[in-house]
């Protein structure tokens, strides 16, 4: 290991790394704007110059590498007239409009300029003013404060994978653009808004809403999708002003996806703030005293088999704990949380999770995808793959519907029935799979929530057995979920108990009159219409496809009003923290179960967020257990049978519409317009482009 | 840097056609081109492509060009905006087919290559940057031609003419006015970059 010398004290550090990431490992600041540790080294802002012993000039660190001996000095005179130096070039043609720019408060140049800057310009000539370009509706630009670092670049084309915004011209004339005013394509873009270093790209939904130091930040956990990235909710108020990624590397690195982002515009709108009853026809709104009444004439007498419970995707595993509870006591076989449909058992555990972790992607060497788009259905375990696969020796084959993934996928075709051929050892892939060192397949909803799904997970099993992708340190089976309810439901076996229907069967038997009364707990992604026989009671917070179909609303709290616990598709137990209250009359959904329980006299005795959770642990260990991946148990699970010919193909048709909240989000319809639908930009946000606010 | 004014806010690439493809004999040029680089690195031909792109659209290159070539070459669009507005021999806009450039950079600039615009504007009728009105030529300024040893320098389509002057540009463009093709390099009648003033060294050689 090279040492060094940093600042008269000696160091080792691993070789093969820059200068400015030995200043880091010893502690030292460096300033930058254009280094990022998670993107290709560009050099191209100057801010992180140090002096190293015989080089003539001041060196920029972040593209050097360290060489043994090397003597660093990053305190002298020079190193802070030159980091003054770059910053009175930078601002030469950066606006003076911090007060009037979202990003202040929180902008690198202002930060750094405010400890390392010049304290004045001399500059009398005219700054150069650049026009705002046209982006989507996601990200505003205010394109005459960029500083040409280059990362929104980099971070498209790298880690996304959707090289769309270049620097075209050159020299001074230099502009940030894609040059078509179009909307950016990634449903990763919004990350660029934070790697930004100044105010250039902003996020379009917040613009003007707040100031950072106003806002009230609250860590917890995502629900668009099933991955469990971690977010910081910023509120104010009551308000939730917006969303930010945390840093988390086995989860979601330092990325979000643009639906965990932006479809916090629909916690404000269609929300369910009143219960409501219908009467004569009419949902009308009630008190919460006349509501529970109301459900308890009607389960009078209603014996636990007319009675059944469809949990939706978005559920807390606290309130599923309580729907268990509640259906044990009302004696209801009658439960599944797993509303597509999905042929997935309740145990073992391994027969659902996406047991290779999202971090032992970056391990693999060899990946089938079945039935799944995971650029859609979980855009960073997608980012992770697009990793793995840059770095060299990944390869990546599909059986399904053909979809840009951003890396080079093989295609090996449509039908399931290529499963049968691979297990059964007659398909040239099985021997790939035996080859390779660390295969891994990873199964979609696609391709389980059919009715043939059971004996596809049977054949993804088998092959997973023969051909080595379940061993003592490895394990490449892996179920990739939609839903962020659904582990925790299935931990907490919310499947069918003896003689239950599940989510067809309910419906069905509704449609027979032999189910009278049907529990919807957040459950929209079902064909509601067909439960009109039956009274329907639904909990949720949305206004969504189900609530209008409803007998009876229960409103109640999304994911960022309540202390909740949800289980990603890897088997994480994370916590989610209230951000805000529910609005109205809308409470947390374990107590309206709660309550629901005691008014119709089969009470659930858990009475406070303690209670629930210490009950949690008592049905599922596991729960106990924050933030931690432990390998889920192996056993035997699927059906043997046959396979039909129908091709598979995703679940997701649409990316930014997938969920209650992004439906009622203007964001996401916007995103769905524009992105996928092809609908031309409002013609008043062009005309805005023209002039910059912020010549001079 | 280049003269030329920054194109105005970059919103769309300016003008377009509605469509572009290469002409039969085009495409066999381009793809003896891009066989010239290894398999995966097609990329690396963008450059001679977006030339026989601009010649065959008569001297610029509109997006669906651009749009061509990134196809042909299996590149994100935006990468070949980049190399496109990149190079100030590729016009993003329309301009005449005859381009004529003339070398405004220090030494031509000291030799008189004011003397050479002025005669340029007088012949071909227009201001640095815009087309004659024949339509026909499209003046421009330069930066340093890479040919000082003969300032002051001027380039039109494939050929240098140097050692200029008001007279000898006048020349040099009318013929072309003509039709003709006057012949390229020194004007004052000097070969190569042998000193103006006749050999001083290597007597004995021709
Ligand atoms: S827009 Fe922001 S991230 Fe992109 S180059 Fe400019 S300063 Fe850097
Ligand atoms: S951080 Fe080193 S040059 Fe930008
Ligand atoms: S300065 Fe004109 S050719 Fe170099």
Same mark, same amino acid.
Not at chain 1, 143 to 168: D, Q, S
Not at chain 2, 50 to 68: I, T, V
């Given at each position: 290991m090279p040492k060094v010398v940093i600042n008269g004290k000696e160091y080792e550090v691993p070789a093969g790394i820059?200068?400015?990431?030995?200043?880091?490992?010893?502690?030292?600041?460096?300033?930058?704007?254009?280094?990022?540790?998670?993107?290709?080294?560009?050099?191209?802002?100057?801010?992180?110059?140090?002096?190293?012993?015989?080089?003539? +000039?001041?060196?920029?660190?972040?593209?050097?590498?360290?060489?043994?001996?090397?003597?660093?000095?990053?305190?002298?005179?020079?190193?802070?007239k030159a980091r003054k130096g770059v910053l009175e070039f930078l601002l030469i043609n950066h606006p003076l409009d911090c007060p009037i720019c979202d990003q202040g408060g929180e902008c690198d140049l202002q930060d750094l300029t405010l400890f390392y800057g010049p304290d004045h310009s001399?500059?009398?000539?005219? +700054?150069?003013?650049?026009?705002?370009?046209?982006?989507?509706?996601?990200?505003?630009?205010?394109?005459?404060?960029?500083?040409?670092?280059?990362?929104?670049?980099?971070?498209?084309?790298?880690?996304?994978?959707?090289?769309?915004?270049?620097?075209?011209?050159?020299?001074?004339?230099?502009?940030?653009?894609?040059?078509?005013?179009?909307? @950016?394509?990634?449903?990763?873009?919004?990350?660029?808004?934070? @790697?930004?270093?100044?105010?250039?790209l902003n996020s379009k939904p917040y613009?003007?809403?707040?100031?950072?130091?106003?806002?009230? +930040?609250?860590?917890?956990?995502?629900?668009?999708?099933?991955?469990?990235?971690?977010?910081?909710?910023?509120?104010?108020?009551?308000?939730?002003?917006?969303? /930010?990624?945390?840093?988390?590397?086995?989860?979601?690195?330092?990325?979000?996806?643009?639906?965990?982002?932006?479809?916090?515009?629909?916690?404000?709108?269609?929300?369910?703030?009143?219960?409501?009853?219908?009467? &004569?026809?009419?949902?009308?709104?009630?008190?919460?005293?006349?509501?529970?009444?109301?459900?308890?004439?009607?389960?009078?007498?209603?014996?636990?088999?007319?009675?059944?419970?469809?949990?939706?995707?978005?559920?807390?595993?606290?309130?599923?704990?309580?729907?268990?509870?509640?259906?044990l006591r009302l004696e209801s076989p009658h439960v599944d949380c797993r509303q597509d449909g999905a042929k997935l058992p309740a145990s073992p555990r391994a027969a659902y999770l996406f047991n290779t972790s999202i971090r032992g992607i970056e391990e693999a060497d060899l990946c089938l995808l079945i039935g799944t788009n995971p650029r859609w259905e979980a855009p960073l375990i997608n980012a992770r793959l697009r990793k793995r696969w840059r770095r060299g020796g990944f390869q990546v084959a599909r059986i399904g519907a053909s979809f840009d993934l951003t890396y080079p996928v093989e295609h090996l075709g449509d039908s399931p029935k290529l499963l049968e051929r691979i297990a059964k050892g007659r398909h040239p892939f099985t021997k790939r799979l035996k080859a390779a060192e660390r295969p891994m397949l990873i199964l979609g909803m696609g391709a389980l929530a059919r009715p043939d799904g059971a004996a596809i997970l049977h054949l993804a099993r088998r092959i997973a057995e023969s051909c080595g992708l379940v061993r003592e340190d490895w394990n490449g089976f892996n179920v990739l979920h939609t839903a962020a309810a659904r582990v925790g439901g299935l931990d907490l076996g919310l499947v069918p108990g003896e003689g239950g229907l599940d989510v067809a069967g309910i419906l069905a038997a509704a449609e027979r009159g032999e189910i009278e009364l049907v529990y919807l707990l957040g459950a929209d992604e079902i064909e509601v219409e067909r439960l009109k026989g039956a009274f329907v009671v639904y909990q949720g917070s949305h206004g969504d496809r189900a609530a209008p179909h409803a007998d009876l609303i229960l409103p109640g709290a999304a994911y960022t009003e309540k202390n909740a616990t949800y289980v990603n598709t890897e088997g994480r137990v994370q916590r989610a923290r209230r951000a805000a209250f529910p609005p109205g009359e809308a409470r947390e959904d374990w107590k309206i179960l709660r309550a629901v329980s005691e008014a119709v006299g089969r009470?659930?005795?858990?009475?406070?967020?303690?209670?629930?959770?210490?009950?949690?642990?008592?049905?599922?260990?596991?729960?106990?257990?924050?933030?931690?991946?432990?390998?889920?148990a192996w056993g035997a699970f699927g059906e043997a049978g046959p396979v039909s010919d129908a091709p598979l193909s995703s679940p997701i048709q649409d990316f930014y519409l997938t969920n209650p909240i992004c439906r009622a989000s203007p964001t996401m319809r916007r995103c769905s317009l524009e992105i996928l639908q092809g609908a031309p930009p409002p013609q008043e946000e062009l005309a805005l482009l023209g002039a910059t606010g912020t010549h001079g | 840097m280049s003269p030329k004014e920054p194109r105005k806010p970059h919103g769309a690439i300016a003008p377009d056609v509605e469509r572009f493809a290469f002409t039969p004999e085009n495409l066999e040029k381009a793809k003896a081109v891009i066989a010239r680089y290894p398999?995966?690195?097609?990329?690396?031909?963008? @450059?001679?492509? /977006?030339?026989?792109?601009?010649?065959?659209?008569?001297?610029? /290159?509109?997006?669906?060009?651009?749009?061509?070539?990134?196809?042909?070459?299996?590149?994100?669009?935006?990468?070949?905006?980049?190399? &496109?507005?990149?190079?100030?021999?590729?016009?993003?806009?329309?301009?005449?087919?005859?381009?004529?450039?003339?070398?405004?950079?220090?030494?031509?600039?000291l030799c008189g290559a004011e003397e050479v615009l002025k005669a340029c504007r007088e012949v071909l009728g227009c201001e640095v940057g815009e087309n004659s009105p024949d339509g026909r030529f499209f003046l421009r300024e330069f930066e340093c031609l890479g040919a000082c040893a003969n300032a002051p320098v001027m380039w039109i389509g494939e050929d240098y003419f140097e050692d200029l002057d008001y007279e000898r540009t006048k020349a040099v463009l009318e013929a072309i006015k003509r039709g003709e093709r006057p012949k390229p390099g020194p004007q004052s009648g000097r070969r190569g970059s042998m000193p103006a003033g006749g050999k001083t060294t290597l007597l004995d050689l021709d």
């Open positions: 820059t200068v400015f990431q030995a200043c880091e490992l010893a502690g030292i600041e460096i300033p930058h704007f254009c280094y990022h540790p998670r993107l290709n080294i560009a050099g191209n802002c100057r801010m992180c110059l140090v002096e190293i012993e015989r080089s003539p +000039k001041p060196v920029a660190s972040c593209a050097m590498p360290v060489a043994d001996g090397m003597v660093i000095r990053t305190d002298t005179p020079l190193v802070h001399r500059f009398r000539e005219n +700054k150069r003013a650049v026009a705002d370009k046209y982006l989507g509706p996601l990200i505003s630009t205010h394109m005459t404060r960029c500083i040409h670092c280059t990362r929104c670049i980099r971070f498209l084309e790298e880690v996304a994978g959707v090289p769309e915004l270049g620097a075209v011209e050159r020299g001074e004339h230099m502009e940030i653009t894609n040059w078509l005013e179009r909307a @950016l394509t990634s449903e990763l873009q919004g990350n660029v808004i934070d @790697l930004c270093p100044v105010g250039a613009a003007y809403r707040a100031r950072s130091w106003e806002l009230t +930040k609250v860590e917890s956990i995502d629900v668009m999708d099933a991955v469990g990235s971690n977010i910081r909710v910023d509120v104010r108020g009551n308000e939730v002003m917006r969303i /930010l990624p945390r840093l988390h590397e086995d989860v979601n690195e330092e990325w979000i996806s643009d639906r965990s982002r932006f479809a916090y515009d629909g916690l404000k709108r269609r929300r369910l703030d009143v219960p409501m009853l219908r009467k &004569a026809g009419r949902l009308e709104p009630v008190d919460w005293r006349e509501a529970l009444r109301a459900l308890r004439e009607r389960m009078a007498g209603l014996p636990g088999e007319r009675i059944a419970f469809i949990v939706g995707d978005l559920a807390c595993c606290e309130s599923m704990l309580l729907v268990r509870e509640f259906a009470t659930v005795p858990l009475d406070d967020l303690w209670a629930v959770q210490r009950r949690l642990v008592e049905v599922q260990p596991m729960l106990g257990r924050l933030d931690v991946v432990e390998p889920g | 398999e995966g690195r097609q990329a690396s031909a963008v @450059l001679p492509l /977006l030339h026989l792109a601009q010649d065959q659209h008569g001297g610029w /290159l509109p997006q669906a060009a651009l749009d061509y070539v990134a196809e042909l070459l299996s590149m994100p669009r935006i990468k070949v905006y980049e190399v &496109a507005s990149f190079y100030d021999m590729f016009h993003l806009e329309p301009t005449a087919p005859i381009k004529v450039r003339v070398c405004t950079t220090t030494p031509c600039w």
